[in-house]
């Protein structure tokens, strides 16, 4: 693995963190999707190919009143990848490549060359809803202030490939799409809830609706019917007294009647929810104080419900398998819970019509075709491969029925079936995810996979917002890591270039427990089943081996493997510790944080990092007494000065230090 | 309101919006672009951009409350820490207090006194944003026209100026009708609308005003949970009070925003455009605003009075330009000038779309 550079500018930032990838000029003016500019700058000027460099040297933009700052991508490539560069012809150290480079965060660094340029960048894309990266590669986003050298422009260009590689656009848009699939039918499954939830939260929703429309009303008053709705609705967050009453007592009368007789025997039932104060309360709060009391409870319990459909958000564990991106480019489908026919169907709209060039973006405003699509669709199905009549079928029905509706009918359809809801849900509400969200979970809907695969393919990878992708990259590391990687291996064929430390997976873990207590064999298929259902080796995995009471014939596990895995956790790229920027004098965090070099320093813990930190404050202090006019900044050089101050007492870290910076 | 309304879709952006985004902040900027420019939108995102790279001493100021708590929506979503201020309360509550940089929204609604109150409260820089085209308190209150508050410096000292001409708000549909209506515009360019939205417009008739609200309330019902984003502008307040009145007949939960003139006590400004509930107003009151789905009942003719007909007229153009993806104009009787000189291809005229079973 070779590291290679590209030079470029800070303002194509955000359109690298948003497609994951970094594309020839040309490719962003006709693949129509994401960005549709790219910024060259003199180190990087092609249309048709991307300059790569294979040394890392610094660059400067020009004085400008934009934010346009100097940006270096450093990007170890795979031979497969690296077979397809050419070399600048006369530049030993320039190489070409004419197609999409597709980064990832174990193999890429985003270089800035001062913390302010790094800051700006940040700071931009804050505002940025494409830019999803920015949180996975926080710690390959760097700073290295220390190079000598810069890249020589390149003047004469002359030698530029003439061709646009139209075979790679067309593999790029594949991909945008296929990765929005993914992405989207993952992040679904997180979204997904159960059905008692779901009916909280919509109560919970229309409670603030009306309450709101009371405030706002012009005579300050309830109407009967927001009352009356106010009661029904607020019974469902009664204390539970109310509910086990209820179980017993289903007729209203009555049930009434004994809860009036216990508020008139105790003059109260604690807890109880009594909508007429409310009202009071809302409409006598004081105006001026901005006080929406009922309004803030009511919102803090949406957000009570919210949290915990997340907290029971279920991880699809990637060993399930439900989605496949075969080599013909196809979606495959793996869902149990779909009948064949509805599975075939399901391909059918995902494969042949959702792909379709003019189905991107916006589905306002190709809404009605893509309801008669999907019909005709469904038509051909039914009749061609299923051999089912069309006319009369619960299919016909409900598509037609949606087509209607898309055009200002009314729509009687049930969402009772898994993919006539999902896509109907993504017609009527697909232009943005949390109103589709939102919206499915009016209609009750609880599987939310499918309307987001198709959310996903829709929108393609690169215009997914955000906000949408957060939802898969706030779950644990370890799983974020392993989704990842299903994702990259099923896109591009092979694996991402792995850390050391993240080598191996549970086989791995495995012989290490059975290495300390070979007992643990036996119960190698449970801990397997903890391991894919807790997303990897991370702390749910260990909290799940120490509550579980299947391991070690029903005595729980051993206090020693228990001591194991609370130390073994996956480190993982996803973990916040400090990765090394590459350069010794932009290091002290990592070198000040690094385990191994601590452990090689221990005896002189304190000394050491006083001395590191006291070192690169004068390397970089021009007015320095003791490093003025040195100028050799280079990582051996500086390394050498470091192992000799006070006396080589700092002899034992050159082995380290010359092995990370590879001097 | 969603994330999403609040950020930038930076693919999206085009060569003028990219260049007031990616400005540096160290110069005062003056911003003039068109209705749905994405102005309030850049104007957070400077606000956000300070806070993030020069800390919190900023003020973000507009000139109503509606579109202040509207843009506290936003401010919530992009976790801006400072309060926004409306301008009486800025002015009056908190005495014009001074901060690092100071944005002002809408600055077209604004006299010179105003204008120089806000650059004497700045202490490094400004950023103005505004349109001349929008002003709509002509004849009530001495505004000051966007370009005009250059010549408020000498040249060396004068802002930076930004023009945005592309509107990404408005569907060009209804563009087409709005042009009919507004007066003072620039003329009219199809290339300057970015918006991809296709809804064509619907011009609707029904029998009375009773008839025409009861309509309002069956499309709700039919597309419960799929209009979330829904604004009732009506010509004028005691509208907006027989318009309530009978959403409330016919059970739609709304919110209102009203004004009483006669006693400022009795007047509602409580929106939340975190619920989604239809929000019932003036069109002068939704001046700034924007909604998914815009409903506009009691369409009548304009006064005879010269001055006040061009005033109903901007008014009406405001209400109309609301939109961003559908429009219903509903009115009883005959359409009445200027909306019965639209073409009448450019709108339809029913409810619902008919169409074949496959």
């Given at each position: 693995m070779k590291k290679y550079y590209i030079p470029t500018s800070s303002l194509n930032f955000n359109n690298i963190l948003s497609s994951e990838s970094i594309s020839p000029k040309v490719f962003y003016q006709v693949r129509s999707f994401?960005?549709?500019?790219?910024?060259?700058?003199?180190?990087?000027?092609?249309?048709?190919?991307?300059?790569?460099?294979?040394?890392?040297?610094?660059?400067?933009?020009?004085?400008?009143?934009?934010?346009?700052?100097?940006?270096?991508?450093?990007?170890?490539?795979?031979?497969?990848?690296?077979?397809?560069?050419?070399?600048?012809?006369?530049?030993?150290?320039?190489?070409?490549?004419?197609?999409?480079?597709?980064?990832?965060?174990?193999?890429?660094?985003?270089?800035?060359f001062t913390d302010s340029d790094k800051i700006k960048a940040l700071s931009l894309s804050d505002s940025s809803i494409?830019?999803?990266?920015?949180?996975?590669?926080?710690?390959?986003?760097?700073?290295?202030?220390?190079?000598?050298?810069?890249?020589?422009?390149?003047?004469?260009?002359?030698?530029?490939?003439?061709?646009?590689?139209?075979?790679?656009?067309?593999?790029?848009?594949?991909?945008?799409?296929?990765?929005?699939?993914?992405?989207?039918?993952?992040?679904?499954?997180?979204?997904?809830?159960?059905?008692?939830?779901?009916?909280?939260?919509?109560?919970?929703?229309?409670?603030?609706?009306?309450?709101?429309?009371?405030?706002?009303s012009l005579d300050r008053r309830a109407t009967l019917q927001q009352q009356e709705r106010l009661k029904d609705l607020y019974a469902a967050f009664q204390p539970p007294l109310f509910s086990k009453l209820s179980a017993i007592i289903s007729e209203k009368r009555m049930f009434d009647d004994v809860i009036s007789v216990i508020r008139k025997e105790y003059g109260y039932i604690p807890d109880e929810i009594d909508v007429n104060?409310?009202?009071?309360?809302?409409?006598?709060?004081?105006?001026?104080?901005?006080?929406?009391?009922?309004?803030?409870?009511?919102?803090?319990?949406?957000?009570?419900?919210?949290?915990?459909?997340?907290?029971s958000a279920h991880l699809i564990s990637v060993n399930e398998e439900q989605v496949i991106v075969c080599e013909d480019s196809r979606i495959k489908l793996n869902i149990e819970e779909l009948s064949d026919k509805d599975k075939k169907l399901c391909m059918a709209w995902v494969n042949e019509v959702l792909v379709k060039d003019g189905y991107t973006g916006k589905i306002s405003t190709f809404k009605d075709v893509l309801s008669d699509d999907i019909t005709i669709k469904a038509k051909e199905v039914y009749e061609s491969d299923l051999n089912i009549k069309w006319k009369g079928s619960s299919s016909e029905l409900i598509l037609n029925a949606l087509r209607r509706h898309v055009r200002g009918s009314?729509?009687?359809?049930?969402?009772?079936?898994?993919?006539?809801?999902?896509?109907?849900?993504?017609?009527?509400?697909?232009?943005?995810?949390?109103?589709?969200?939102?919206?499915?979970?009016?209609?009750?809907?609880?599987?939310?996979?499918?309307?987001?695969?198709?959310?996903?393919?829709?929108?393609?990878?690169?215009n997914l917002p955000r906000d949408f992708t957060d939802v898969l990259f706030s779950q644990e590391k370890t799983y974020i890591a392993e989704v990842y990687r299903?994702?990259?291996?099923?896109?591009?064929?092979?694996?991402?270039?792995?850390?050391?430390?993240?080598?191996?997976?549970?086989?791995?873990?495995?012989?290490?427990?059975?290495?300390?207590?070979?007992?643990?064999?036996?119960?190698?298929?449970?801990?397997?089943?903890?391991?894919?259902?807790?997303?990897?080796?991370?702390?749910?995995?260990?909290?799940?081996?120490?509550?579980?009471?299947?391991?070690?014939?029903?005595?729980?596990?051993?206090?020693?493997?228990?001591?194991?895995?609370?130390?073994?956790?996956?480190?993982?790229?996803?973990?916040?510790?400090?990765q090394s920027t590459g350069q010794f004098l932009d290091d002290f965090n990592f070198l000040s944080n690094n385990v191994e070099l601590n452990d090689i320093m221990k005896q002189i813990a304190k000394e050491w990092k006083g001395d590191l930190e006291w070192f690169i404050n004068e390397y970089n202090n021009p007015d320095s007494t003791y490093y003025k006019g040195k100028k050799l900044t280079d990582n051996y050089t500086v390394i050498q000065k470091f192992i000799q101050l006070k006396g080589n007492k700092y002899k034992d870290a050159e082995h380290f230090l010359r092995k990370t910076y590879n001097c | 309101m969603a994330k999403k309304d609040w950020m930038i879709i930076e693919s999206e952006l085009d060569e003028d919006q990219l260049k007031v985004l990616m400005a540096t902040n160290d110069k005062s900027c003056l911003?003039?672009?068109?209705?749905?420019?994405?102005?309030?939108?850049?104007?957070?995102?400077?606000?956000?951009?300070?806070?993030?790279?020069?800390?919190?001493?900023?003020?973000?100021?507009?000139?109503?409350?509606?579109?202040?708590?509207?843009?506290?929506?936003?401010?919530?979503?992009?976790?801006?820490?400072?309060?926004?201020?409306?301008?009486?309360?800025?002015?009056?509550?908190?005495?014009?207090?001074?901060?690092?940089?100071?944005?002002?929204?809408?600055?077209?609604?604004?006299?010179?006194?105003?204008?120089?109150?806000?650059?004497?409260?700045?202490?490094?820089?400004?950023?103005?944003?505004?349109?001349?085209?929008?002003?709509?308190?002509?004849?009530?209150?001495?505004?000051?026209?966007?370009?005009?508050?250059?010549?408020?410096f000498p040249i060396d000292k004068e802002p930076k100026n930004f023009t945005l001409y592309r509107n990404y708000r408005l569907p060009l549909p209804v563009a087409r009708i709005a042009q009919y209506v507004g007066i003072d515009l620039e003329a009219f360019d199809e290339k300057t609308y970015k918006s991809k939205e296709t809804a064509i417009p619907k011009f609707i008739r029904y029998n009375s005003f009773d008839e025409q609200i009861n309509a309002i309330a069956r499309i709700l019902k039919l597309k419960q949970g799929i209009l979330s984003d829904v604004g009732i502008l009506l010509p004028h307040n005691n509208?907006?009070?027989?318009?309530?009145?009978?959403?409330?007949?016919?059970?739609?939960?709304h919110e209102v925003k009203y004004e009483d003139k006669e006693d400022w006590r009795s007047g509602i400004n409580t929106l939340d455009f975190n619920t989604s509930n239809p929000k019932v107003m003036t069109y002068h009151s939704a001046k700034g605003l924007q909604f998914e789905t815009v409903f506009l009942p009691g369409i009548v003719s304009f006064s005879d009075d010269a001055n006040q007909n061009i005033s109903e007229r901007k008014a009406l153009y405001v209400a109309l330009t609301r939109t961003y993806r559908d429009l219903y104009v509903m009115y009883s009787g005959t359409l009445p000038v200027p909306l019965n000189i639209v073409p009448s291809n450019l709108y339809t005229i029913s409810e619902t779309e008919i169409v074949k079973d496959i």
């Open positions: 994401g960005y549709g500019r790219w910024v060259s700058i003199p180190e990087n000027p092609f249309d048709n190919s991307i300059v790569l460099y294979d040394e890392l040297c610094s660059f400067r933009r020009p004085q400008s009143s934009f934010e346009d700052h100097p940006l270096l991508i450093e990007i170890s490539l795979d031979k497969s990848v690296e077979s397809t560069l050419s070399r600048l012809p006369e530049h030993e150290h320039i190489f070409l490549c004419n197609h999409t480079i597709y980064i990832d965060p174990w193999s890429t660094r985003l270089i800035f494409e830019t999803k990266f920015v949180k996975l590669y926080e710690q390959k986003i760097v700073v290295v202030k220390h190079l000598a050298s810069s890249y020589v422009r390149i003047e004469n260009p002359k030698n530029e490939i003439q061709s646009v590689n139209n075979d790679e656009i067309e593999k790029d848009k594949r991909i945008n799409r296929l990765k929005g699939f993914l992405y989207g039918y993952y992040i679904g499954a997180i979204l997904s809830a159960s059905k008692k939830d779901i009916v909280k939260l919509n109560k919970a929703r229309e409670i603030r609706n009306i309450l709101v429309a009371i405030l706002s104060k409310i009202i009071s309360q809302l409409l006598n709060m004081p105006m001026h104080l901005g006080a929406k009391n009922p309004i803030e409870d009511i919102n803090a319990k949406i957000r009570q419900i919210e949290d915990t459909i997340s907290k009314e729509y009687s359809y049930m969402w009772n079936n898994a993919i006539y809801s999902s896509i109907s849900a993504l017609i009527m509400c697909g232009d943005d995810w949390q109103k589709l969200l939102e919206y499915m979970q009016g209609k009750e809907m609880t599987d939310y996979r499918l309307a987001y695969a198709m959310y996903g393919i829709i929108n393609g990878f690169a299903e994702f990259y291996g099923q896109l591009f064929g092979r694996d991402v270039v792995r850390s050391k430390s993240e080598l191996g997976g549970f086989d791995d873990l495995m012989a290490k427990i059975v290495s300390i207590c070979r007992g643990a064999q036996r119960d190698e298929v449970r801990y397997k089943e903890l391991y894919i259902q807790s997303g990897g080796s991370n702390q749910k995995f260990i909290d799940a081996v120490k509550n579980d009471r299947l391991l070690n014939k029903g005595k729980g596990v051993q206090k020693t493997i228990k001591d194991f895995l609370s130390k073994n956790k996956s480190a993982s790229l996803f973990d916040e510790t400090y | 911003v003039s672009g068109c209705a749905g420019s994405g102005k309030s939108v850049l104007a957070l995102i400077k606000a956000q951009r300070i806070q993030k790279e020069k800390g919190n001493n900023y003020q973000i100021i507009v000139f109503t409350k509606a579109l202040c708590n509207y843009m506290n929506a936003g401010r919530k979503i992009l976790g801006l820490q400072r309060d926004f201020y409306h301008h009486w309360y800025w002015q009056n509550r908190m005495r014009k207090p001074k901060a690092d940089y100071v944005i002002v929204d809408e600055i077209q609604d604004f006299t010179r006194e105003e204008i120089q109150e806000f650059i004497n409260a700045t202490n490094k820089n400004f950023f103005f944003f505004g349109d001349t085209a929008q002003s709509i308190y002509q004849g009530l209150k001495e505004t000051m026209p966007v370009k005009g508050i250059n010549r408020l509208d907006v009070r027989n318009a309530s009145t009978l959403l409330n007949k016919y059970g739609i939960n």
